[in-house]
């Protein structure tokens, strides 16, 4: 394939055998990707199937799973769907050979946080995988910090969305952004600065994801109608309350 060299010196925080789900079925390709983790000191379960993938996961504790979109039994959006009924803050990865639209919007509407295009360069695998490391471990240490949106309660660090004693639970996508919007609530967030500063680029399809996941957030904040989350088209969005209500 041609995907995963040249491997230069990669300096990444001290990781502590954070343990990794790896579900791909391309035997070579598995065996490359697992080794290079292994000599970056992650542990690394290689799983061959989605079948297979879902019984570890059920059986193991991972840090973070890299799924193939391409599986036998069962593919990797379904395995992902899975994963998030069981854990809804773990990071997942999808390492894809497709690269229609429809099909990179779909990986994050199924769970995915973020995506690789196959060929890939190993580098930019382990930054990524370190990128979601790092912020994982910020968010199990730091506090919870709340934020009152309207009748709304949002607890950015526990992921959690409450009003009038229901409560939901958000992945960590939903709550990177709704957290930046209520640190910048009332001003106008630019499209690009959003995507850099929640996935790290502003490419096309990341905007395409990006927007998936403003519409569930306007789904999550529709019960009190004083909340907007306003769209300058072209521009960006703002989240905007009702100032009798904030």
């Given amino acids: 394939m041609g995907l995963l060299f040249p491997l230069f010196y990669l300096k990444i925080s001290k990781m502590q055998k954070n343990k990794l789900l790896l579900v791909e079925d391309d035997k070579n390709l598995g065996f490359v990707i697992q080794d290079n983790l292994l000599a970056k000191g992650f542990e690394v379960i290689l799983c061959s199937d989605g079948e297979l993938g879902w019984d570890t996961f059920q059986k193991e504790n991972f840090d973070l799973c890299i799924l193939d979109v391409m ?9 992902a769907e899975q994963i998030r009924s069981k854990n809804e803050d773990i990071p997942i990865l999808f390492l894809t050979a497709k690269v229609m639209q429809e099909d990179k919007i779909m990986g994050f509407v199924k769970g995915g946080d973020d995506y690789m ?5 190993i580098e930019e695998l382990l930054l990524r ?9 910020k968010e199990q240490s730091a506090t919870s910090e709340r934020y009152a949106i309207g009748r709304y309660t949002f607890d950015a660090a526990g992921l959690r969305l409450m009003i009038d004693g229901q409560e939901r639970k958000l992945t960590q996508k939903e709550a990177d952004i709704l957290n930046l919007f209520c640190q910048e609530k009332g ?10 500063k929640i996935w790290g680029d502003d490419d096309y399809f990341l905007g395409r994801s990006m927007d998936v996941f403003i519409s569930k957030l306007r789904k999550y904040l529709k ?7 306003i769209n ?12 009798n209500q904030s």
């Fill in 71 to 79: 599986l036998p039994k069962k593919d990797g959006f379904s395995l």
């Fill in 117 to 121: 295009t196959k060929p890939f360069n």
């Fill in 129 to 137: 995988i370190s990128v979601f490391l790092q912020r994982s471990r």
């Fill in 187 to 196: 001003k106008i967030l630019k499209r690009e600065d959003i995507l850099k």
């Fill in 223 to 229: 019960a009190d109608s004083n909340i907007e989350i």
């Fill in 232 to 243: 300058y088209h072209g521009v960006g969005f703002q989240l905007e309350v009702n100032k």
